[in-house]
C-alpha cells in the first residue's frame, strides 16, 4: 500500500479503515499480489459501490498475482479502465456475471479452482485469458465481446459455456484444451474464429453457432462428438488436419464460403452432413476410418488422395467432384441426390445458396490415379471427367444415367473434304487432343488448366477398360460407343504399323468399325450402282449365243459325227443402256449379292465384274447388318 510496508491485507484495522474511506465509486485501485479473503473484497467493493445502482463501479483495477481465498463477487461491476488479474488465482468461485470490462480485461495466467462465472459479461475492449486455467465449470453464456477474445492455450478441465455469446472481434482459442464439453451453441463470431491446435477432450457444441469471419479449426483435436449442427460459416472454414475421434455432426450446417478439411482425420464418423456449401468441399488427404455416408450439396468437392479405410457412400447434389488419386480399399459409392436431402427431423435441406441454380446435377472431374475396382458411379455427369491412369477401369460399375460427351453434331466445313461426326458417347480426353490438332473443325472441347495432354496411345486402352465395363452392364450401345473411340485412337496412334492403320482406315471408311449401317448400305449401294453401270456398258452380250451343230458327212455313207458349240457372247454395239439391259444387270447384281450365280451370258468383262460383285457387295451387306445388330442388342 502506499505509505506503508504491506500489502492491504495485513494493513491494521485502522489504516485500512482509513484507506477504505478515502476510496470513492470510479477509484483507481493498486492491489497486485494481495491475498483477499472473501470479507476483505466484500468491504473493499461495498465502498466502490454506485450509490445509483449499487454496483461497483472502478477505474483501472490491478489485481495482478492476487488470490481471492473466497468467491470473488464482481457480479454487474464497472471497470471503466483497465482490469488486470493476470496470474491471480481465484480459490473460489469468480463471479464476474454482467459485469462491464470498458478498457482491456487481463486474466492471462490466471487460475480458476472452482467456477468461473462471466456470463451476460461485455468485454468492450480486449479480453485476455491466455494460458488460463479453468479446474471447475467456465461459463461464458450470452458475454459480448466487442474486441478480440483471447483464450489462447486456455486450458478448461471442466465444462465451458459460450452459448449466445457474441464475439465482435476475433475469437483466438488456438491450442486451448477443453477437458470437458465446450458448449458454443448459438454463438455468434462476428470476426475470425481461431482454434488451432485446440483440443476438445468432451463434446464440442456449436450448433447454430454464426461465424462470420473465417472459423480456423486447423489441427484441432476433437476427442468427443464435434456437434456443428445448423451452424452457419460465412467466411471460410479452415479444419486441415483436425482429427475427429468421435462423431463429425455437421447436418444441416451452412457454409457460405469453402469448407476445408485437408488431411483431416475422422476416426468413427458414420455421417457426415448433409450440409450446404456454397464454395468448395476439400477433403484432399483426408482419412475416413470406418463405414460413412458423406451428404453435401455443394458447388465443388475436392477429394484428392483423400483414403477411405472401409466402405463408403458419398451422395451430391449440384456438385463438381475431382476425385483424383483418391484411395479406397472397399467398395465406395458416389450418387447424384435427385432431390433435397432429408434431414433426421424428417424437414428438407434448406439449399438458400443455390436459389437460382438451373440444375441440382453432379459432375465428375476427374479419376485420375484410381483404382476403379470398387468404385460404384450412379446418375452422374461424367462428360468432363478425365479417366487416362484410372486403374482397373473395366471394373467400374456404372448405374442409372451416367452421360458422357458427345462428338461435335451435323457437319463440319473446312476447305475441303466436309467433316461429319455421327453421335456417340466421347471422352473428356479425346475433345481436348482433337481440339489441339492443327486444323481441327470447331465443336470440340479444348482442355482446361490442368486437365493434362493423352493422346490416342493412351485413350485407346480406356476406350476398351470402359467398353467392357458397358458389356458387363448390359449395356451393348454404350458398349459399341467406346468400341467406335478404341479404333479411333488405334487409328490415329503413331505406334502402330502403316499397314494396320491402312486396314483401319478401310474398315472406319467402309462402315465405321461395324458400327455405321447407314455408311455399309451407302457403299453397297453405291457398289450395286457401279455394277449395274459396268454390266450394262460391258458386261451383258449383244445377243444370246446361238447354238450350232457341225459335223462331216463320211464319204460312201456312214456315221455322221455333230459337234454342238455356242458362240461367245458378242460385246454390245449401240445403245447399250436399255431398259431391258438395265434389267438383265440388276437381276445380275442382285443375285452376286447372296453368292448365287446369276446364270446370265456375260461377256469376258462381265465376267470378271460378277466376280468381283460377289466378293465385295457380300460383305458390305454383312458390315450392315453386324452395324445394325451392334445398335439394337441389349
Not at 485500512?16 to 477509484?27: C, F, M, T
Not at 481465498?69 to 493476470?86: C, K, V
Not at 492455450?153 to 455469446?165: I, L, M, Y
Not at 433426421?344 to 483404382?371: C, K, Q
Request: net charge negative; aromatic share 12%.
Amino acid at each position: 500500500m502506499p505509505g506503508h510496508t504491506v500489502c492491504l491485507a495485513h494493513l491494521t484495522d485502522a489504516d485500512r479503515n482509513a484507506y477504505l474511506v478515502g476510496l470513492a465509486p470510479g477509484a483507481s485501485i493498486d492491489h497486485r499480489g494481495t491475498t483477499f479473503t472473501e470479507s476483505l473484497l466484500t468491504a473493499l467493493l461495498d465502498v466502490l459501490r454506485d450509490p445509483t445502482t449499487g454496483d461497483a463501479r472502478l477505474s483501472d483495477a490491478w489485481f495482478e498475482s492476487a488470490t481471492f481465498e473466497g468467491d470473488a463477487r464482481f457480479g454487474s461491476a464497472t471497470f471503466e479502465g483497465d482490469a488486470r488479474f493476470g496470474s491471480a488465482t481465484f480459490e473460489g468461485d469468480a463471479r464476474f456475471g454482467s459485469a462491464t470490462f470498458k478498457g482491456d480485461a487481463w486474466f492471462g495466467l490466471a487460475t480458476f479452482e472452482r467456477a468461473a462465472w462471466f456470463g451476460l459479461a461485455t468485454f468492450e475492449r480486449a479480453a485476455w485469458f491466455r494460458s488460463a486455467t479453468f479446474k471447475g465449470d467456465a461459463w461464458f453464456e450470452s458475454a459480448t465481446f466487442k474486441s478480440d477474445a483471447g483464450f489462447r492455450s486456455a486450458t478448461f478441465e471442466g465444462d465451458v459455456g459460450f452459448g449466445s455469446a457474441t464475439f465482435e472481434g476475433a475469437a483466438m482459442f488456438g491450442s486451448a484444451t477443453f477437458e470437458g464439453d465446450a458448449w458454443f451453441r448459438s454463438a455468434t463470431f462476428e470476426d475470425d474464429a481461431r482454434f488451432g491446435s485446440a483440443t476438445f477432450e468432451g463434446a464440442a457444441w456449436f450448433g447454430s453457432a454464426t461465424l462470420k469471419g473465417d472459423a480456423m479449426f486447423g489441427s484441432a483435436t476433437f476427442e468427443g462428438a464435434a456437434w456443428f449442427r445448423s451452424a452457419t460459416f460465412e467466411g471460410a472454414a479452415w479444419f486441415e488436419l483436425a482429427t475427429f475421434k468421435d462423431g463429425a455432426r455437421f447436418e444441416s450446417a451452412t457454409f457460405e464460403r469453402d469448407a476445408r478439411f485437408e488431411s483431416a482425420t475422422f476416426v468413427e464418423a458414420e455421417q457426415f452432413g448433409p450440409l450446404v456449401c456454397a464454395g468448395r468441399v476439400v477433403l484432399s488427404g483426408a482419412r475416413f476410418g470406418g463405414p460413412v455416408t458423406l451428404s453435401f450439396a455443394a458447388r465443388r468437392l475436392v477429394c484428392r488422395r483423400t483414403r477411405w479405410s472401409s466402405t463408403a457412400e458419398i451422395r451430391l447434389r449440384y456438385a463438381t467432384v475431382d476425385f483424383a488419386h483418391a484411395v479406397f480399399e472397399y467398395p465406395l459409392t458416389i450418387a447424384a441426390e435427385p432431390d433435397p436431402f432429408v434431414l433426421t427431423n424428417g424437414r428438407l435441406l434448406t439449399e438458400h445458396p443455390f436459389p437460382s441454380t438451373p440444375g441440382h446435377g453432379v459432375r465428375v472431374a476427374s479419376l485420375r490415379g484410381v483404382d476403379a475396382a470398387h468404385l460404384v458411379l450412379a446418375d452422374l455427369d461424367l462428360s468432363g471427367c478425365l479417366f487416362a491412369g484410372t486403374v482397373h477401369l473395366d471394373q467400374l460399375r456404372l448405374e442409372g444415367a451416367c452421360t458422357f460427351d458427345t462428338a461435335p453434331p451435323a457437319v463440319r466445313w473446312r476447305r475441303w473434304p466436309p467433316v461429319r461426326f455421327t453421335e456417340r458417347r466421347v471422352l473428356a480426353e479425346e475433345h481436348h487432343w482433337r481440339a489441339s490438332r492443327p486444323g481441327a473443325v470447331r465443336g470440340w472441347n479444348a482442355a482446361v488448366i490442368g486437365a493434362g495432354r493423352a493422346g490416342p496411345s493412351q485413350l485407346a486402352p480406356v476406350y476398351r477398360a470402359l467398353r467392357k465395363a458397358f458389356e458387363d452392364g448390359k449395356h451393348e450401345p454404350g458398349a459399341a460407343d467406346f468400341y467406335y473411340g478404341e479404333m479411333e485412337m488405334r487409328r490415329h496412334a503413331d505406334d502402330i504399323p502403316r499397314s494396320e492403320r491402312g486396314l483401319l482406315t478401310a474398315y472406319w471408311a467402309l462402315s465405321g468399325y461395324g458400327l455405321r449401317a447407314s455408311r455399309a448400305l451407302a457403299w453397297l449401294g453405291a457398289a450395286t450402282l457401279l455394277t449395274i453401270v459396268l454390266l450394262m456398258a460391258f458386261g451383258l452380250a449383244q445377243d444370246s449365243p446361238k447354238q450350232t451343230a457341225t459335223g462331216t458327212v463320211p464319204a460312201g455313207g456312214g456315221k455322221v459325227t455333230f459337234e454342238i458349240d455356242k458362240d461367245d457372247p458378242k460385246n454390245p454395239t449401240g445403245n447399250r443402256f436399255t431398259g431391258e439391259r438395265f434389267e438383265k444387270a440388276l437381276n445380275v447384281t442382285l443375285n452376286s449379292v447372296v453368292f448365287r450365280s446369276s446364270g446370265q451370258d456375260l461377256t469376258t468383262a462381265g465376267t470378271y465384274i460378277e466376280m468381283t460383285s460377289r466378293l465385295t457387295e457380300p460383305v458390305l451387306l454383312g458390315l450392315a447388318v453386324l452395324a445394325v445388330r451392334n445398335r439394337v442388342k441389349r
